[in-house]
């Protein structure tokens, strides 16, 4: 079965072609700079790259380019676009009715558009790639995964901010937790590795964006980001858990607006504002390295905060018998993962830290010490291939 993933942001389609069940990439791309001045890369394994200009005002147009390349004799891989029998919809937010992957119909696309509120960044391009998506292939099944579904199984105390209740009766204000699909995906590959299905499992994704889950038998039980993706550790311009009063207070001492605080906080904080330099954790390691002071210390808040999260659900599940590090930070920050990692052995977490520095990118490996109570895995995370296996279960 050939299965199309979609992911739509607000100037980018980015897709892939999956064979299932073998889970081969057929074909994948992105579309950026939708509505700009569009480029598009597109590649097919065995077959050279193809990268150029395009022009595709809107995501109707992007997706019309791309099953036509698909589709194309030289650089396509399916005759047709009926080869494409399911399309995935990545969408970042599912409110608290979409509470697994779903069939795509009407009333769910009703739903999804009442909540854009609570998504206004990635809720409206969601939602018009896949009406894009709908209209050019009409007769494939569509189903949509959410990020947050991950988390709907979490206990209210878990998930209600001890604010004025009616706030979360009229509004929704709750922690809905994000990265919900790349968790899954990775928890999943843990609990393979542990051969036990109810292990208890912290996954740390650190990429630009960053979050850390704690699950117990296959279901998220807490999670750093909350109602937005802001919460949490700090990431690449955001700041994560801050206290709530700074905003308000910087509000009024710079005299500067609720939209203007919270640019500050998501775009202008993080490894960002700390370092002075970039929000790309290589340019700050570089930094660092060449005696940034202000770089050195970014990173070392990113670890300091990571930690606690980790020790807080490890007494929350009381115990934990799997730490996971993912995404572009997390597979690939060898320091990183050895300052999380320091001190921990109170915990049953100690690492290898010969084979930390020196185990290959790009696979999976227990860098775990010998005897090391508790597993520690890097595990590259697939939130694509997770996406396919959902719409492939909900096709067949
Ligand atoms: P992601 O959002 O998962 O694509 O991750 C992006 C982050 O991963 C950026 O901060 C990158 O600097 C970081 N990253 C990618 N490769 C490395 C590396 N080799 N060492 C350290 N950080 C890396």
Same mark, same amino acid.
């Given at each position: 079965?050939?299965?199309?993933?979609?992911?739509?942001?607000?100037?980018?389609?980015?897709?892939?072609?999956?064979?299932?069940?073998?889970?081969?990439?057929?074909?994948?791309?992105?579309? #950026?700079?939708?509505?700009?001045?569009?480029?598009?890369?597109? +590649?097919?394994?065995?077959?050279?790259?193809?990268?150029?200009?395009?022009?595709?005002?809107?995501?109707?147009?992007?997706?019309?380019?791309?099953?036509?390349?698909?589709?194309?004799?030289?650089?396509?891989?399916?005759?047709?676009?009926?080869?494409?029998?399911?399309?995935?919809?990545?969408?970042?937010?599912?409110?608290?009715?979409?509470?697994? %992957?779903?069939?795509?119909?009407?009333?769910?696309? +009703?739903?999804?558009? %009442? *909540?854009?509120?609570?998504?206004?960044?990635?809720?409206?391009?969601?939602?018009?790639?896949?009406?894009?998506?709908?209209?050019?292939?009409?007769?494939?099944?569509?189903?949509?995964?959410?990020?947050?579904?991950?988390?709907?199984?979490?206990?209210?105390?878990?998930?209600?901010?001890?604010?004025?209740?009616?706030?979360?009766?009229?509004?929704?204000?709750?922690?809905?937790?994000?990265?919900?699909?790349?968790?899954?995906?990775?928890?999943? #590959?843990?609990?393979?590795?542990?051969?036990?299905?109810?292990?208890?499992?912290?996954?740390?994704?650190?990429?630009?964006?960053?979050?850390?889950?704690?699950?117990?038998?296959?279901?998220?039980?807490?999670?750093?980001?909350?109602?937005?993706?802001?919460?949490?550790?700090?990431?690449?311009?955001?700041?994560?858990? *801050?206290?709530?009063?700074?905003?308000?207070?910087?509000?009024?001492?710079?005299?500067? %607006?609720?939209?203007?605080?919270?640019?500050?906080?998501?775009?202008?904080?993080?490894?960002?504002?700390?370092?002075?330099?970039?929000?790309?954790?290589?340019?700050?390691?570089?930094?660092?390295?060449?005696?940034?002071?202000?770089?050195?210390?970014?990173? +070392? *808040?990113?670890?300091?905060?990571?930690?606690?999260?980790?020790?807080?659900?490890?007494?929350?599940?009381?115990?934990?018998?799997?730490?996971?590090? &993912?995404?572009?930070?997390?597979?690939?920050?060898?320091?990183?993962?050895?300052?999380?990692?320091?001190?921990?052995?109170?915990?049953?977490?100690?690492?290898?830290?010969?084979?930390?520095? %020196?185990?290959?990118?790009?696979?999976?490996?227990?860098?775990?010490?010998?005897?090391?109570?508790?597993? &520690?895995?890097?595990?590259? &995370?697939?939130?694509?291939?997770?996406?396919?296996?959902?719409?492939?279960?909900? &096709?067949?």
């Amino acid at each position: 079965m050939k299965i199309l993933v979609v992911n739509a942001g607000s100037s980018s389609l980015k897709y892939q072609l999956f064979d299932m069940p073998t889970g081969n990439v057929l074909a994948k791309g992105n579309c #950026e700079r939708i509505g700009i001045d569009g480029l598009i890369t597109h +590649k097919c394994p065995g077959k050279e790259d193809y990268k150029t200009n395009a022009d595709f005002p809107d995501h109707r147009a992007a997706i019309a380019l791309v099953l036509q390349l698909l589709t194309d004799k030289e650089k396509g891989v399916i005759e047709g676009v009926s080869e494409i029998e399911a399309v995935g919809h990545r969408f970042a937010h599912g409110g608290e009715k979409l509470r697994a %992957s779903a069939v795509l119909g009407a009333d769910e696309i +009703k739903y999804l558009e %009442s *909540i854009v509120g609570l998504n206004p960044l990635h809720g409206p391009p969601a939602i018009s790639g896949f009406k894009a998506c709908k209209e050019a292939i009409p007769n494939a099944n569509h189903v949509g995964v959410f990020d947050t579904s991950y988390y709907s199984d979490m206990e209210e105390y878990a998930y209600i901010y001890p604010i004025p209740y009616e706030l979360y009766e009229e509004y929704k204000i709750r922690r809905y937790g994000f990265h919900g699909t790349s968790h899954r995906f990775v928890a999943g #590959e843990a609990a393979k590795l542990l051969k036990k299905a109810d292990a208890k499992i912290i996954t740390c994704h650190l990429g630009n964006g960053s979050s850390i889950t704690a699950t117990v038998n296959g279901k998220a039980i807490d999670t750093s980001m909350g109602f937005t993706p802001q919460d949490g550790v700090p990431m690449g311009t955001r700041s994560g858990a *801050i206290d709530p009063t700074v905003v308000t207070y910087i509000q009024k001492v710079k005299g500067i %607006s609720a939209e203007e605080a919270d640019k500050i906080l998501n775009k202008e904080s993080g490894l960002l504002g700390v370092s002075g330099v970039t929000s790309d954790c290589r340019d700050i390691r570089e930094a660092a390295a060449n005696g940034n002071k202000r770089a050195k210390l970014a990173m +070392k *808040i990113l670890a300091h905060n990571i930690k606690k999260i980790i020790g807080s659900y490890v007494a929350e599940m009381n115990g934990v018998d799997a730490l996971v590090f &993912t995404a572009g930070i997390g597979e690939n920050d060898r320091e990183l993962r050895q300052e999380v990692c320091k001190d921990m052995s109170f915990l049953g977490i100690e690492i290898d830290e010969a084979y930390n520095q %020196s185990c290959p990118r790009g696979e999976v490996a227990d860098i775990s010490q010998k005897g090391a109570k508790v597993k &520690t895995f890097v595990i590259p &995370t697939n939130e694509e291939y997770m996406i396919a296996l959902d719409t492939q279960n909900l &096709t067949k």
